[in-house]
């Protein structure tokens, strides 16, 4: 059932392409039927974006709001259980939460706590997709958004779009583009009209934070969809859910948050890769500047962009002690890959000097 929504609107995506990639809003999407088998691992999330709070899928603080009654022992073991694999993510021991979250499954299932059953399922989700396992990582999320929309969760709940998202961001990384288009648009579109819904609303209707949880959860849709764009070569559409992102990012987190930091960087990418030099530079010194006075741990990452645009610039001297600065930051840090990349980063710029005299 979850499964016939999305054919239907990728037949209506075929017949009406958009260039902007954002057609007319169309019926809600919960994840595909499967078509081509996808390898690929899921890259790891980056954990920018202050995680929307509230709704299904909220903390592990939820579960106490459910009714006590004659089992209550049952439902303090499933909390138990779900803290336990929380610990063991937070810990890298991933095999271990697994383990974990069965067993809470199993419990939940027994006592009929339908709640708990949800967020298990969505941690099991979460814990499959951090191991690459993609296809059990969208039978998990298929399944809590079942329990979900079986009971009155509504379709533009944003526990349903942020498992939209995962799913999308899933078909991305099998290459599974359809599906994963379609579901980037689905969770975009819906936001927005729930936005401008909700913009209005007085406070004592909607808090203010609840507001600010879905402008989040935008920003997190509008932030993969252009990582995604990004990596299929769709630079300007890229570069414009960049700038909605970082926007949000802006006005919700303020411009020192780690996260606006990251964005700054990542459209002074896309804009880079554009050949639009000075406007990449632009975003990429004040990047660089935010994340030396907030101790960023990516700082070093945004050096060596700074440097790989500078170089782009033809100022040779300058991006050089950049990219030492960047370099010296990513050994301290033991960043092996970012060392690597950086010394190959130098070796290029050697090239090119040499090229220029």
């Known amino acids: 059932m979850l499964a016939a929504a999305l054919p239907r609107a990728l037949s209506r995506l075929a017949a009406r392409r958009c260039p902007a990639g954002l057609p007319p809003p169309r019926t809600a999407w919960r994840g595909g039927a499967r078509g081509e088998e996808g390898s690929g691992r899921a890259g790891v999330a980056r954990r920018r974006w202050a995680r929307p709070v509230g709704g299904a899928l909220g903390f592990l603080g939820a579960l106490s709001l459910f009714p006590r009654d004659a089992e209550e022992d049952g439902e303090d073991a499933i909390i138990l259980l779900l803290k336990r694999a929380k610990l063991s993510v937070m810990k890298g021991e991933l095999g271990e939460a697994e383990q ?16 708990a059953i949800v967020y298990t399922y969505s941690m099991m989700a979460n814990v499959a997709f951090m191991q690459g396992q993609l296809d059990n990582a969208e039978k998990l999320y298929k399944a809590s958004m079942s329990y979900l929309l079986a009971g009155d969760t509504k379709e533009d709940d944003n526990a349903i779009l942020e498992m939209s998202l995962k799913l999308a961001s899933i078909y991305a990384a099998q290459k599974q583009h359809k599906l994963a288009l379609a579901g980037y648009e689905f969770c975009i579109l819906t936001l927005e009209e729930k936005i401008a819904k909700q913009k209005d609303l007085p406070e004592d209707v909607l808090p203010a934070e609840e507001k600010a949880n879905t402008r989040l959860l935008l920003g ?3 932030d993969s969809y252009a990582r995604y764009l990004l990596n299929i070569n769709q630079l300007p559409v890229a570069q414009k859910m960049y700038e909605k992102a970082l926007q949000i990012s802006n006005d919700v987190q303020g411009e020192t948050h780690p996260q606006t930091v990251v964005l700054m960087n990542d459209l002074a990418t896309v804009l880079d890769a554009q050949g639009h030099y000075d406007e990449a530079y632009s975003y990429v010194k004040r990047a660089a500047e935010l994340a030396k ?3 960023h741990p990516e700082e070093h990452m945004v050096l060596n962009n700074l440097a790989a645009i500078l170089m ?17 930051q990513a050994q301290q840090k033991g960043d092996v890959a970012s060392v690597q990349h950086i010394q190959e ?10 090229g220029s005299k």
């Open 345 to 354: 980063e130098l070796a290029e710029l050697a090239k090119r000097r040499k």
């Open 312 to 328: 782009h610039k033809e100022d040779f001297l300058q991006a050089k002690q950049v990219y030492k600065e960047a370099l010296k």
């Open 220 to 222: 997190m849709s509008l």
């Open 100 to 115: 974990v979250l069965h067993q809470a499954l199993r419990l939940s299932h027994q006592s009929d706590n339908r709640k």
């Open 293 to 295: 006075e907030t101790q």
